[in-house]
């Protein structure tokens, strides 16, 4: 792809792209009028004219709000609120001349440049730079104190520009990123929904009617036979269903013969025929309708056949586009607890598929393990594959065939790849720290520590945070406790910003896990045995990770 064609979204706007930048174009209005009384109180704090500031915002903010109403294609009026952002900044400098802060005021041009991400469009960064690099030039030549309380050199207007240039490529990189990714994911969806709606509208549906013995008639439509092929004479739909699923076959006979001793309710009878059958790699769905005689009693039955393989796939790329989100979104709230999540249950699923457990109910905890996890974290179609698996455990007292295993390595392989094709392969690979680790560091360097004792800071935070360790059992107790019913219940959580290497304790914590919901299932009663036993305010559980004498318990 060329580097024009990076930067230039395709001409097509998708419904879903001019709904988000519509909304996301009118909050960005609001968000700019909020500047107004900002920046009137930092031109009081620095001795510049409020009134004139704010007139001249006023003033700025003319242009976006008649883009807002006027103009139509919300691409452009992204554009504008860009070029606006910038003009605001060089406003906001302004007002803080000749005093100390003027110069940090410069940040504003940064972090909204970052912002404009959001509108997953290249070219509202580009004119944002644009707009920042004209400014710093044209103002640095003509008012230099409206740019920079220091007499600053051309080098320095020049350091400024690259930086602003760094950040824009950057940013333009995040913002195409989730215009593919994202707004893309949409697109992609719909022109799929445009080819099924073509597919669906050209194709053929099958109909042929049957007595109550299950007899064809020889009346039928042409596709029926390219589903199923040649038919004999009086051959009942049963014996031509049985080459291609004896079970569907064998459903249908005893529904007929129920429709034919007449002793449930039509409907009842009909329901009771088989729905689908798969011939190939098509999704058939039947349909009946009854034909009766003068004398209203059922004489034969219309079996119409529909081919919906291309409904079942759509609606299944549709729950896996809304399963990858919902998992993103878990990555964004909890993405240490995802990633061991994704540790272990590739561990447990090669357990599953490799055999790797002592008997059967080791097998149905392992399932469990791995559906209750995959369920916590989005993952509904890898724990759905479980908890069918658990229940042909519990029916037929055997392990499932290897084909249904299979089938659980099959959709957890594709759930990966589909993880890795949207975050790449980098997810574990970055360092997360909070403002209490900064702070430290901060403070050690400012007061010259020992090069070791900050080193030894820095490389703790590869560690997991007890904090974030005992949030996410937190989170995943107070869901155990929803599902039973135990509502009125209470954690308290005290990491005291202690710091544990991730692999070492993972065998602990996923058994403290069990721990916690025995406590919650036992060791905490229902809000009516509280109130039969008297007992008064929530049930709570205190979570506690500390140090004593050189060990660290967890209490």
Same mark, same amino acid.
């Given at each position: 792809m060329s580097i024009t064609k990076y930067l230039v979204l395709p001409p097509e706007v998708t419904d879903f792209e001019h709904s988000y930048l519509k909304n996301l174009n009118k909050v960005a209005l609001y968000f700019f009028f909020a500047h107004i009384p900002v920046f009137m109180l930092v031109a009081w704090a620095s001795g510049t004219s409020p009134l004139a500031v704010m007139m001249v915002s006023i003033a700025l903010l003319i242009g976006p709000t008649i883009a807002q109403f006027c103009?139509?294609?919300?691409?452009?009026?992204?554009?504008?609120?860009?070029?606006?952002?910038?003009?605001?900044?060089?406003?906001?400098?302004?007002?803080?001349?000749?005093?100390?802060?003027?110069?940090?005021?410069?940040?504003?041009?940064?972090?909204?440049?970052?912002?404009?991400?959001a509108f997953a469009n290249p070219a509202v960064n580009i004119v944002a730079a644009?707009?920042?690099?004209?400014?710093?030039?044209?103002?640095?030549?003509? /008012? =230099?104190?409206? *740019?920079?309380?220091?007499?600053? @050199?051309?080098? !320095? $207007?020049?350091?400024?520009?690259?930086?602003?240039?760094?950040?824009?490529?950057?940013?333009?990189?995040?913002?195409?990123?989730?215009?593919d990714d994202v707004i893309g994911l949409e697109k992609i969806v719909q022109e799929r929904t445009k080819e099924v709606h073509m597919i669906l509208n050209n194709i053929g549906q099958g109909f042929l009617t049957v007595d109550l013995a299950g007899r064809m008639s020889d009346e039928?439509?042409?596709?029926?036979?390219?589903?199923?092929?040649?038919?004999?004479?009086?051959?009942?739909?049963?014996?031509?269903?049985?080459?291609?699923?004896?079970?569907?076959?064998?459903?249908?006979?005893?529904?007929?013969?129920?429709?034919?001793?007449?002793? /449930? =309710?039509?409907? *009842?009878?009909?329901?009771?025929? @088989?729905?689908? !059958? $798969?011939?190939?790699?098509?999704?058939?769905?039947?349909?009946?309708?009854?034909?009766?005689?003068?004398?209203?009693?059922?004489?034969?039955?219309?079996?119409?056949m529909t081919d919906i393989t291309s409904d079942i796939e759509r609606e299944h790329a549709e729950a896996q586009q809304k399963q990858l989100m919902d998992v993103f979104g878990h990555i964004m709230r909890d993405k240490l607890g995802f990633l061991e999540f994704l540790s272990e249950a590739d561990s447990l699923v090669d357990a599953v598929i490799e055999h790797r457990y002592e008997d059967l109910p080791q097998l149905k905890r392992i399932l469990h393990t791995i559906k209750g996890n995959a369920g916590l974290f989005g993952m509904t179609s890898v724990s759905s594959l479980c908890h069918q698996l658990e229940d042909e455990i519990i029916l037929e007292g055997v392990i499932p065939e290897e084909h249904q295993l299979a089938a659980l390595r099959d959709e957890w392989d594709r759930v990966r790849d589909h993880l890795d094709q949207?975050?790449?392969?980098?997810?574990?690979?970055?360092?997360?720290?909070?403002?209490?680790?900064?702070?430290?560091?901060?403070?050690?360097?400012?007061?010259?520590?020992?090069?070791?004792?900050?080193?030894?800071?820095?490389?703790?935070?590869?560690?997991?945070?007890?904090?974030?360790?005992?949030?996410?059992?937190?989170?995943?107790?107070?869901?155990?406790?929803?599902?039973?019913?135990?509502?009125?219940?209470?954690?308290?959580?005290?990491?005291?910003?202690?710091?544990?290497?991730?692999?070492?304790?993972?065998?602990?914590?996923?058994?403290?896990?069990?721990i916690l919901r025995n406590a919650v299932d036992h060791g905490i009663e229902t809000e009516e045995e509280r109130a039969r036993l008297g007992k008064t305010g929530s049930g709570i559980i205190s979570l506690e990770t500390y140090v004593e004498n050189h060990y660290c318990p967890v209490k």
């Open positions: 103009i139509k294609n919300e691409r452009i009026k992204s554009m504008v609120y860009g070029f606006i952002s910038m003009c605001l900044g060089g406003l906001l400098v302004h007002a803080a001349r000749g005093t100390s802060v003027q110069i940090e005021m410069h940040f504003y041009f940064f972090a909204l440049l970052a912002m404009l991400c644009l707009t920042v690099a004209v400014h710093h030039f044209v103002f640095w030549y003509l /008012l =230099p104190n409206s *740019v920079f309380n220091y007499e600053a @050199p051309l080098w !320095v $207007v020049l350091v400024h520009a690259a930086f602003v240039v760094l950040e824009t490529v950057a940013t333009c990189y995040i913002a195409r990123r989730f215009f039928r439509s042409s596709v029926v036979s390219e589903w199923f092929g040649p038919s004999s004479e009086n051959q009942t739909f049963a014996d031509y269903l049985r080459p291609v699923d004896a079970s569907v076959a064998e459903y249908f006979e005893l529904g007929m013969e129920s429709l034919q001793e007449d002793i /449930l =309710p039509t409907e *009842v009878a009909l329901d009771q025929l @088989p729905k689908r !059958v $798969v011939v190939g790699t098509d999704i058939l769905e039947f349909k009946y309708k009854t034909i009766e005689n003068e004398a209203h009693r059922v004489e034969k039955v219309l079996v119409i949207l975050l790449g392969k980098q997810l574990d690979k970055n360092i997360e720290i909070d403002d209490a680790d900064y702070e430290a560091v901060l403070h050690s360097l400012l007061n010259k520590e020992k090069p070791e004792k900050i080193a030894k800071m820095v490389q703790s935070w590869r560690l997991e945070t007890t904090k974030h360790r005992l949030n996410f059992i937190k989170q995943q107790t107070e869901g155990l406790a929803l599902r039973l019913g135990k509502k009125d219940i209470h954690i308290q959580i005290k990491p005291h910003n202690l710091r544990m290497e991730n692999e070492h304790w993972a065998p602990f914590w996923s058994s403290f896990v069990h």
